[in-house]
């Protein structure tokens, strides 16, 4: 995956490197190689479901690319990424 840079905050961009980096075609692949809901993904490309902590772990666990690496492709400039915690 290249490094990127990113002016905008854009959960496709990254949806697209990762397609790159794993060489497929669609976001039904993708979905398949991450064993996660293909609804997520079409959701997540829309803007319509965040990429938050645990998916970017599996996607970390599976493409072995930085959770920061993967922010800056996605274009996420926090210092912090703070997910929810729930008791």
Same mark, same amino acid.
């Given at each position: 995956m290249e490094r990127t840079t990113a002016k905008t905050y854009s959960q496709?961009?990254?949806?697209?490197a990762l397609l790159d980096h794993f060489?497929?075609?669609?976001?039904?692949?993708?979905?398949?190689?991450?064993?996660i809901p293909r609804s997520? *993904?079409?959701k997540a490309r829309k803007?319509?479901?965040? *990429?938050?902590?645990?998916?970017?772990?599996?996607i970390h666990e599976e493409s072995g690319i930085s *959770?920061?690496?993967?922010?800056?492709?996605?274009?996420?400039?926090?210092?912090?990424f703070r997910g929810s915690y729930s008791t």
């Open positions: 496709a961009r990254l949806l697209d060489q497929l075609r669609r976001d039904s692949e993708l979905a398949r190689r991450l064993d997520f *993904i079409c803007e319509q479901r965040p *990429i938050g902590p645990v998916i970017m772990l599996r *959770i920061k690496k993967l922010r800056e492709v996605m274009g996420d400039r926090r210092k912090w």
